[in-house]
């Protein structure tokens, strides 16, 4: 609901980003994802949106596809490039950039403490206090940001994170890496290591169905990448009886609804 494009978790990610990127006077914003990431094309519409060039590294062979195609429309430039050199992205920046002081780089999925930064304002948004927090995770900046909100304002609350990859125990120390160290108090959080539904990407018939209901019952739309596996993983708590009766859950929708172009097909809806 924050913008079309440049949505949900990505705007709060790409905020405070885009503010340093305009103190340091730089004009060209640099940044990493897959071909269907939200990040690249909120990157890239707020570029277009606030005076910026952008360049992506796109992570595989060239190829097409709605979401590259909204990117090159706002201006975009894209470099494809082959998964080994993808990974080290700093690299990769440095091999292109080394040179150019218009460049400023942004982790993929904008991921790092500015990111961080913009997520916590979500939580000051809120004109209530609830008991359990929900957020589907990637990176774990956005669970982050989510987790130093409540310190500063829901203490009380409990924050579930939800990740989308398997094996993602590894997760913990990235966020609390991120985490507020002049806050000595932070609330408790979980981290949901079941609900990955075969890693990242993947999916069921009994996810795609449930996003398929969910969509059809609400008029809410959820893509099977993350917010998709997120919302499940909240029904199935409540099923599990996790929360006891009157007990308030929020559970924050990340955005990025493009990634369901890609996936068309596996919904079997024709
Ligand atoms: C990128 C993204 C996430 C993951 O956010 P992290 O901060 O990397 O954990 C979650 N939901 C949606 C919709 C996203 O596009």
Known sequence: MIHPFISGNKWRKLKFNLIKAE???????????GA???HLLATACAAASYGFKSTAFVRGEDVNNE????????????RFCDRESYRDKRRLFEGHFANDL?????????????A???????????????????????TGTTAAGIINGAALGQAEAEVHV??????????????????????????????HLDYHFGG?????????????????STGILLDPVYTGKMMYAVFDLIEKDRFPSGTS??????????????????????
């Open 116 to 138: 961080a930064k913009g997520c916590a304002e979500l939580i000051e948004e809120l004109d209530r206090p609830f008991d359990h927090l929900f957020c589907a995770a990637g």
């Open 249 to 270: 859950v929020l559970a924050v929708h990340t955005g990025g609804l493009f990634g369901l172009l890609g996936m068309k097909e596996k919904f079997k809806l024709a």
């Open 162 to 191: 939800v990740p989308v990859l398997k094996g993602a125990g590894f997760l913990r120390d990235e966020i609390d890496k991120l985490l507020l160290k002049e806050q000595d108090y932070h609330p408790e959080y979980h981290l």
């Open 102 to 114: 218009q460049a400023f780089f942004i982790d993929e999925g904008g991921a790092g403490a500015e």
């Open 67 to 78: 979401v590259l195609f909204l990117c090159r429309m706002f201006g975009m430039e894209l």
């Open 36 to 38: 269907w990431s939200n």
């Open 23 to 33: 103190q340091e006077e730089k004009t060209n914003l640099v940044t990493f994802g």
């Open 200 to 216: 990242y990407a993947k999916t069921t018939p009994g996810l795609l169905d449930f996003i398929r209901g969910f969509s059809a």
